[in-house]
């Protein structure tokens, strides 16, 4: 007879060491291209520099064989190569510059920071479900960093968006902070309340509609993300929150309605504000008559900056120009709302594929990682904090690509900003600490201990067994 037993399962750690050697390599060597192609020579700091990305890399990897053994194998090696690729690319757009500046420094500062960051996390948060007992306070503390760029004194406006506050000599998003804290908060609501959002409410046209009191955290949402979209001048931030919270929902609930629902909801939303607003409205027109010359000219609110991306990513072809090869300094804002057009121009077709891939293969051992760990908040968790990785992808690419209109966030680890590399750092943390747990082996059976019946366990049975013959 055929005996089943389990295979046992392998950190993968070793596999790790070896996919870090090859994405540490590919950004130094990058950086090293940078510098031979433009100035002749090898950056006067490339050793420097190789160590410290090395240095990075390798200790937060030891902290992970210490911390968190079984975390996936895959997700930092990709995280630390797409980083290093940014940082070379930001280094070449400070080449092209007639005055020398010095973003590519700045931002391997904010990449150590970032690093430690999440190492921190790591050894702080020992499980990921003691982020559960801080669910409102998640939303509190989401709430408040949205609305601090409003705060007289502190806020500051650039290129017509309030989405800024200074500390100290430096200027920081808040935005990329609370978008982990709402993905904390929706993941520890739905875990509570997905059973009366998914069961209850009435079917009309053949899509399962919630009932009206479960639409009071949507609605508050909905109107929230307009409202940074209204004072803040921040398009993309609120089409990241509300796409976060309507794509959780739709993972805890498994009803289509819910992202029909939010798709209108959203549409009607971005309609009446195009209507009433004229920034929103110049943003619109931007997109949809981008090559019209009034258009193109108009300032601000033009499509300038986007056509010019347009015809830098066209000249790269399907090789590119190569590293140092092109002008990506043309386009306003290269390093940072257009260095995926950079890259488009230096590396071509073959190179934004190469780097659209390494954040596809991100999301997804961020979902794999939420189909594997054995809690409904940790499987929340993780598919949310990978949906925003994507989302935020989408959103910026098709902004360049033209596919939808601009919408001024950032590429994750690529794009200048201490900020969002910061926010990025620990997104990928709390990936890491969740699959330690989807990966790491059952205890046995024998030490399965049944846990105790408690009254909410029997109420919540009560309840959908009331729900249930409800709708029968």
Avoid at 44 to 69: D, E, Q, S, W
Avoid at 138 to 160: D, E, F
Avoid at 190 to 216: E, F, H, W
Avoid at 393 to 407: A, D, E, M, N
Wanted: aromatic share 10%.
């Amino acid at each position: 007879m055929a005996t089943i037993s389990p295979l046992p399962v392998r950190p993968g750690r070793s596999v790790e060491l070896g996919l870090l050697a090859l994405a540490l390599a590919l950004g130094v060597a990058a950086y090293a291209l940078v510098g031979l192609n433009v100035t002749g020579a090898l950056p006067a700091n490339i050793f420097g520099y190789g160590a410290g990305m090395v240095l990075l890399g390798v200790g937060l990897h030891v902290i992970l064989r210490l911390r968190a053994p079984y975390a996936d194998q895959v997700i930092l090696p990709v995280a630390i190569a797409l980083n290093g690729i940014g940082l070379a690319m930001i280094y070449r757009i400070d080449l092209s510059h007639a005055e020398p500046t010095s973003f590519a420094t700045r931002q391997l500062g904010w990449t150590a920071i970032g690093v430690v960051l999440a190492a921190v996390v790591l050894v702080v948060l020992r499980d990921h479900r003691t982020l559960r007992r801080y669910t409102y306070t998640a939303m509190v503390a989401g709430l408040a960093l949205v609305l601090l760029p409003l705060v007289p004194g502190l806020g500051t406006t650039i290129n017509g968006a309030r989405i800024w506050v200074h500390v100290g000599s430096q200027s920081l998003q808040p935005a990329e902070f609370a978008k982990i804290a709402f993905a904390v908060f929706f993941a520890g609501y739905l875990v509570t309340n997905r059973d009366t959002l998914a069961l209850a409410g009435p079917k009309v046209l053949g899509l399962q509609l919630p009932r009206i009191r479960d639409l009071g955290p949507i609605i508050v949402v909905w109107a929230f993300s307009l409202a940074v979209l209204v004072l803040e001048r921040d398009l993309g931030t609120s089409l990241l929150f509300f796409g976060l919270f309507v794509a959780m929902l739709y993972l805890a609930t498994e009803r289509l309605s819910w992202i029909v629902l939010g798709m209108v909801m959203f549409a009607v939303g971005a309609v009446l504000a195009a209507d009433f607003f004229r920034h929103v409205g110049d943003r619109f027109e931007a997109w949809l008559n981008a090559f019209d010359n009034d258009v193109f000219n108009q300032s601000p609110g033009g499509s300038g900056q986007l056509v010019r991306g347009l015809f830098g990513m066209a000249s790269g072809g399907l090789f590119g120009t190569g590293w140092g090869e092109g002008r990506p300094g043309l386009v306003p804002y290269a390093e940072s709302d257009f260095i995926f057009a950079s890259l488009g121009e230096e590396l071509g077709l073959t190179g934004i594929l190469a780097i659209l891939v390494c954040f596809l293969v991100l999301a997804q051992r961020g979902l794999r990682t939420a189909i594997g760990v054995r809690d409904g908040f940790g499987k929340l968790l993780a598919g949310g904090l990978a949906f925003v990785v994507a989302f935020q992808c989408f959103v910026v690419v098709g902004g360049v690509t033209r596919l939808i209109p601009l919408t001024g966030l950032t590429l994750p680890f690529m794009a200048y900003g201490g900020s969002s590399l910061l926010a990025n750092w620990v997104v990928v943390a709390l990936l890491l600490r969740i699959s330690d747990s989807a990966r790491r082996p059952a205890p046995p059976l024998s030490e399965f201990v049944e846990p105790p019946t408690t009254t909410a366990d029997l109420q919540e049975t009560e309840m959908l067994r009331g729900l249930k013959q409800a709708r029968e």
